[in-house]
């Protein structure tokens, strides 16, 4: 007869389960009967955590691995004994399971999640109670005589990564036999000027070659940093193809974890090289006569991680990283090259990350390009105890501020250890990650609302203020993990994250000064990546201008989730057209579903009064302006 769960989770000692380190920890007290486990395997999110990363230590037994533990080699747990459960390199969630396997009563299986007391919070207003609110008032001046050097356009990059179903199932079909034509249109909306591929954490073990010549041919392999299988359908020329199709830039990330300099060498010569060459012969071979002329490769994915395949110090990375370089640029010496690098905590010189970049950049400033960082807001840490929906609110619109933070932070840095080199940063994953609605199968199925269209917009801001260092950004990622577009079997959609990037692409890349005077709010902290903030303006604002002076683009968010706001300006020009991102609530979603609650519209029309243009925004939306002046 089976146990009931809830009898199982009374195995955990109350308040045992706790972060530690890069991990976190429990602690078990058999108060049943004695039991002989002969299996134990823990799961985040229905995926097992390697059971070298468990360990189990008591008072009566040596320290014992998950992985030790077989029918002939069981570990014991006598009634009122404490056994320490300590997980490396895996985040704490709510979706931990235990499974294990006893010889007294077979398979058990329980949740680690505590019941958590129940709390009541006061509900955000949907548009409908607040479309009359009394408006709040916000002022910009803007100088059209002062704008910063031209923004990239690879600051709305796009990132695709073997992960899930964002290749197969994605954009290709599940057998990687063909481009989905329903994602396809969205992404020619979306109209990407650059996609990093093919991640990630997959680049650490991914080989290149596995991934190319007849599909017949072509090998599966385990994917150990998923732990998943890789059919290799899609590989090097069917993404360069959909990259041709869509127009846009590729930028690779070879694997310096598991692989070598010769192979991204190959790599590059395969799609650089004439048709003259070893490796052009093997691509005219595969059905591409002409160079791809792949300018941007990165060399390696977060390997300061623990977690990452070929996880190293900063010494011995940037001793790898120079070999890689001189192999790479040995065959095409005019491509762009990005470092990975990190993005400190803190102020203090002895943050890791810190350490980590002034490593980088000193030793290897004068040979790349970019020094990469990701950021992921919140960090895990920020999904223990989530505020109230108001806070959070709050918590969400205010983030974009850090991330600002951290450009100033790495800009100094590369100021100070690779002077005058053109060093540029690339944020080449970023994105929002709160947690999962209950039910999801995975920790990247997050549903995106209306307010992580404003944090989007904000972030997608923050960019364009820092365009004098930052040089790419890419959101991670396109499709079904974390995503811009969800797909099931039959559609894809939009989710409300991809809608900012449709204004951007209908922005200038120049940056006006402006000043805003707007009314403030005070956040709450989230994790180590979102802190406290105070007098955060309710209303988030960026102005571009063309080359020619002649086109003015202003982009308005207003951040507050149940009034209005009247904004007032003065622009020697006249409006041409208006679009808006909205919805009936705040934290409308768009899902499978429902897939039109967050769209794109006609926004509100600016009107001139006592010389000034007065904008009348709904809560919670994102605005763009069009003006023109002869």
Request: charged share 20%.
């Amino acid at each position: 007869m089976a146990i009931p769960e809830f009898v199982l989770r009374k195995l955990v000692v109350p308040g045992s389960i706790k972060k530690q380190g890069s991990g976190f920890s429990f602690i078990i007290n058999n108060t049943f009967a004695p039991a002989t486990i002969t299996r134990f395997e823990l799961f985040n999110f229905n995926t097992l955590i390697p059971g070298e990363s468990v360990t189990f230590s008591s008072s009566i037994t040596p320290e014992q691995k998950a992985t030790e533990i077989t029918p002939e080699n069981p570990i014991l747990t006598p009634v009122g004994i404490e056994i320490l459960v300590s997980v490396e390199n895996q985040h704490l969630t709510e979706n931990i399971v235990v499974k294990a396997n006893t010889k007294e009563v077979g398979e058990i299986i329980f949740s680690l999640a505590q019941k958590k007391e129940t709390k009541k919070f006061k509900k955000i207003k949907p548009y409908l109670l607040t479309r009359f609110s009394t408006p709040l008032e916000a002022r910009i001046k803007i100088d059209l005589s002062k704008s910063a050097p031209a923004a990239s356009p690879f600051l709305l990059g796009q990132f695709v990564e073997h992960l899930e179903r964002c290749v197969y199932d994605g954009i290709w079909t599940s057998d990687g036999a063909s481009l989905r034509q329903d994602t396809l249109e969205l992404i020619k909306q979306l109209n990407p000027p650059m996609i990093r591929y093919p991640g990630g954490n997959f680049a650490s073990g991914y080989h290149w070659e596995d991934g190319i010549g007849p599909k017949s041919a072509r090998p599966s392999r385990h994917d150990a940093a998923w732990q998943a299988e890789e059919i290799n359908q899609v590989g090097t020329d069917e993404f360069l193809a959909f990259c041709e199709l869509i127009g846009t830039e590729p930028v690779f990330c070879v694997n310096d974890g598991s692989g070598t300099p010769e192979e991204a060498a190959r790599w590059v010569a395969y799609c650089n090289d004439p048709a003259t060459t070893e490796q052009g012969k093997r691509r005219v071979a595969n059905g591409h006569a002409e160079p791809y002329n792949v300018k941007y490769w990165g060399i390696g994915n977060e390997v300061w991680g623990a977690w990452q395949i070929g996880t190293t110090s900063a010494d011995e990375y940037t001793k790898r990283l120079l070999r890689f370089i001189k192999a790479m640029r040995a065959v095409d010496p005019g491509i762009k090259l990005v470092a990975v690098g990190n993005h400190p905590h803190s102020t203090d010189k002895n943050d890791p990350a810190a350490l980590w970049n002034k490593e980088v950049l000193t030793k290897a400033g004068d040979q790349i390009d970019y020094l990469s960082w990701h950021i992921y807001q919140p960090d895990t840490e920020g999904w223990q105890d989530l505020p109230d929906p108001h806070e959070l609110f709050k918590s969400v619109c205010a983030a974009p501020l850090d991330i600002e933070q951290f450009c100033s932070t790495i800009e100094s840095e590369i100021e100070q250890y690779s002077p005058n080199k053109g060093v540029l940063q690339a944020l080449d994953e970023w994105n929002l990650w709160l947690p999962p609605l209950p039910g999801e199968s995975s920790m990247h199925q997050v549903t995106y609302t209306m307010r992580d269209a404003l944090y989007a917009a904000s972030t997608l801001a923050v960019f364009y203020r820092k365009c004098k260092t930052l040089g790419m950004a890419n959101l991670a990622q396109l499709v079904n993990v974390l995503p811009l577009i969800k797909t099931d079997s039959k559609t894809a959609i939009a989710t409300s994250i991809f809608f900012p990037f449709l204004l951007f692409n209908q922005m200038e890349s120049k940056v006006v000064n402006t000043i805003c005077q707007s009314p403030t709010f005070d956040s709450q902290a989230m994790g180590v990546n979102i802190t406290a903030h105070e007098n955060v303006p309710w209303l988030d604002q960026l102005v571009t201008i063309s080359e020619d002076q002649r086109r003015i683009t202003l982009l308005l968010v207003n951040r507050m989730p149940e009034n209005r706001m009247k904004v007032v300006f003065s622009l020697p020009a006249s409006p041409v057209s208006s679009l808006e991102i909205s919805s009936s609530h705040p934290l409308d979603a768009n899902t499978l579903d429902t897939p039109y609650k967050v769209k794109i519209q006609d926004g509100p029309k600016p009107k001139k009064q006592n010389g000034d243009w007065q904008v009348m925004l709904k809560p919670a939306s994102v605005t763009l302006l069009e003006f023109k002046r002869d």
